[in-house]
């Protein structure tokens, strides 16, 4: 009997911890680019009880860019704060099972504001978004190479390898000879993936992502050169 009792109270818990739906909201992990101008298509950042979500913003060159401030629409529906003084990073939690509302973000040094949708939801929550904002902040660090792109490096396909994920499956992973560089082949481009300073061949296109990793494609060839701590090395891909 004391058993049956203790499972009985078990099964209670159980079903008292999980959402009303039976099922746990799948997990999100992402990475988007917003342009600050004022037709830039509003981006939705889903949440569910319980959880927190954070959303962490860089500049068009990889760099941490800090929030200087914030306002919800619904503070009673969402609770949200900076994870520290002059951080890029900012939480999010929901107070209820079913709300909706929007989020202000000013940017420090930054005059435009930037708009991010707040849903609830009982399928989908992210846990973490990486947004990188098209401009310069005030830790922009800006190379010769960046200005070299000779084509807009803003597309799905640049954002899968300066992610590292969700690359096309079409892509074939290439040898190369320092560890820090990685090489695919795709559409007969190279396409490489590195957070040191790439230098030589000429770029077709360039885009850096969250955390200074550079995503690079290039025309086929057999060596390229980086640049790590001032140094230039060269770096061998085989296929």
Known sequence: MIRDYRR????????????????RARPISDSVR???KSNQALQTLYTTPNTVSVMAFYDRTGKAWP?????????DS??????QEGSNQIAVTPLVTHGYSNLI???VEEDRPIVINLETSDTKTHFRRDITVEGYGPNAAVSPTEVSVKEPPSNGTMMAFAQGADLP?????????DSNVEAWLLDGA????????YTSPSPQAMLTGPGGVHAVKIKPSPVVLISRNGTISRVRISQ
């Open 8 to 23: 009985r109270v078990d099964e209670s818990q159980k079903a008292a911890a999980m959402p009303p739906s039976g099922f």
């Open 34 to 36: 917003m342009s600050l």
């Open 67 to 75: 929030i200087a401030s914030f306002v919800v629409g619904r503070a």
């Open 78 to 83: 969402f609770q949200v704060y900076a994870l």
């Open 105 to 107: 973000i000013s940017l």
């Open 169 to 177: 499956r079409s892509a074939i992973k290439l040898r190369t000879s």
């Open 190 to 197: 190279y396409y490489l993936r590195t957070s040191d300073t």
